[in-house]
């Protein structure tokens, strides 16, 4: 049998992995720089993640929400604690398209209506509602695109309130840094508007939150830095440093009902373990602090980069934008310089997402690399 192959390879066989550096099969040893699509928060094998999953494999792996997991609680007390959202409610998936999908359909729930407001180069994940409030219509089936969404572009107030003004949103869906679009960053005046709309329309603010969520912003959720309460939050990637985990934070306006959602692997033994390690390490070595030295650091060193535009982006969710299409520096940086970074809709922008431990030394490499290449 075959793989489907649905995703382009680099020619790159990884066997080994540790904090910010993954070695292959050839050992070859390659600066990650990229995470894995924001998912590596604390570090590849880091000793505090690794021993909390080994402890786990030895007493139970998983068994079904059919009974009591009291490492659900554990996660639900603690991630209150790190979020200050101690009165919000969880429910735990197993991907942020998961997340998202559950978000909308608790949305679509609580308020009778099915229309929802996204934004321009957003993504939100490959299912049904989730990819169809994705801005990308390559990927978007037929069956997908029987939704009813509107794209509005970000930032755009007036654009919002018309839109809510109809009175037949659910939700508003929204990244407060947009990932695969670019990296451009809801500002703060936005999302407040936004908040105060959706409530006076009766519609949920969705706060997507599976890229910068847990830290990576330099705040534990992005849209914190507005001092707003949405009506949902959705995370994953870097809530679980590689164990597939999802979950939602859910406004306590909303009611549960039993069977209102539900999932087979969510918040198993395991995945809640993986999570409550991802947050002692957060905590213990503070690296909500260090995200946001490290932004500093990566601004001053990019400095007089010859073809930069701008850096785009907040904490350690980053981009350098030029005036040229990156695919082919990306490339040379991986083959040449064994730097992994990623790419984004916009073709001209690098994204960094790195662990959030990641040190200076590690910056340096990166625009020691960039400068050999761009000068």
């Known amino acids: 049998m075959d793989l489907f192959e649905v995703y382009p390879l680099f020619d790159i066989t990884p066997v080994k992995a540790e904090g910010c550096w993954i070695t292959d099969a050839d050992g070859n040893r390659y600066l990650d720089l990229y995470g894995g699509h924001a998912v590596i928060s604390v570090g590849h094998s880091h000793p505090t993640f690794v021993k909390r999953l080994e402890d786990q494999l030895h007493r139970i792996a998983f068994y079904s929400n059919s009974v009591h997991n009291p490492l659900q609680e554990a996660l639900a007390e603690k991630l209150g604690s790190a979020s200050r959202l101690e009165d919000y409610h969880l429910f735990l998936c197993n991907s942020g398209a998961e997340a998202n999908e559950n978000a909308l359909k608790l949305a679509s ?36 695109a029987q939704h009813q969404v509107t794209f509005l572009p970000l930032n755009d107030a007036a654009a919002l309130q018309s839109e809510l003004a109809k009175g037949d949103v659910c939700a508003v869906i929204l990244e407060s840094v947009q990932g695969v679009g670019g990296l451009s960053v809801a500002e703060p005046a936005f999302l407040k508007e936004a908040n105060t709309l959706c409530r006076h329309h009766q519609a949920v603010l969705i706060a997507d939150e599976v890229q910068s969520g847990f830290g990576r912003t330099g705040d534990f959720f992005a849209f914190q830095g507005a001092g707003i309460r949405p009506g949902i939050i959705s995370m994953a990637k870097g809530m679980g440093n590689g164990f597939p985990i999802g979950g939602i934070l859910i406004h306590p306006d909303f009611k549960a009902s039993h069977g209102l959602l539900g999932t087979t692997f969510g918040g198993n033994h395991l995945a809640c373990a993986a999570s409550l390690a991802v947050l002692e390490v957060l905590e213990n070595e503070g690296l909500l602090a260090n995200a946001r030295e490290m932004e500093t650091y990566f601004r001053q060193k990019s400095e007089g980069l010859p073809g930069l535009v701008r850096v785009k982006g907040r904490g350690l969710m980053l981009g350098l934008e030029f005036h040229f299409e990156v695919a082919g520096l990306r490339k040379k940086l991986i083959e040449d310089h064994r730097v992994f970074t990623g790419s984004s809709k916009n073709r001209n922008l690098l994204r960094i997402l790195p662990a959030l431990n990641i040190d200076r030394e590690a910056i340096d490499l990166l625009f020691g690399a960039l400068q050999k290449e761009l000068s």
Not at 114 to 131: D, L, Q
């Open 109 to 144: 729930f609580h308020t009778g209506k099915t229309r929802v407001i996204a934004f321009e180069n957003s993504f939100h994940g490959r299912t049904s509602a989730a990819v169809a409030v994705t801005d990308n219509p390559k990927i978007v089936a037929p069956l997908n």
